[in-house]
């Protein structure tokens, strides 16, 4: 079954950056797109940056400029790199995948890893 292990979350200072890793597995041509969201207590999950399955990106406004998706399919990991970080970043960073782009984008994504902290001060 599909495995998805994030990495790398913790404190910042504002304006600082991280980078998030996540190592997936157990999937073949099933897994198509792949993305990161996140998530504050007491708000809704949103998207974060996602490959799409013609290999564009998507960015959520919020993070345009600042925040760089990128992917080594050697090593089947995700990355998320984060620059210029704003105490608005912080929450709970999960990696996602989906077999449809839109239902990873717009709906409910079916793997997800067990998330990253991520906390700007």
């Known amino acids: 079954h599909v495995q998805l292990v994030e990495s790398g979350g913790g404190p910042v200072e504002a304006g600082g950056s991280l980078t998030l890793s996540c190592a997936a597995s157990g999937y073949a041509n099933s897994i198509i797109c792949m993305a990161w969201f996140r998530q504050v207590p007491g708000k809704e999950r949103e998207p974060v940056a996602a490959f799409r399955a013609d290999g564009g990106i998507n960015y959520a406004d919020s993070v345009k400029e600042r925040f760089t998706i990128s992917k080594d399919n050697a090593k089947n990991t995700l990355y998320l790199h984060m620059n210029n970080l704003k105490p608005e970043d912080t929450a709970m960073y999960y990696c996602?995948?989906?077999?449809?782009?839109?239902?990873?984008?717009?709906?409910?994504?079916?793997?997800w890893g067990q998330g990253t902290q991520v906390t700007v001060s």
């Open positions: 996602v995948a989906d077999s449809s782009f839109l239902k990873l984008w717009f709906q409910n994504p079916t793997y």
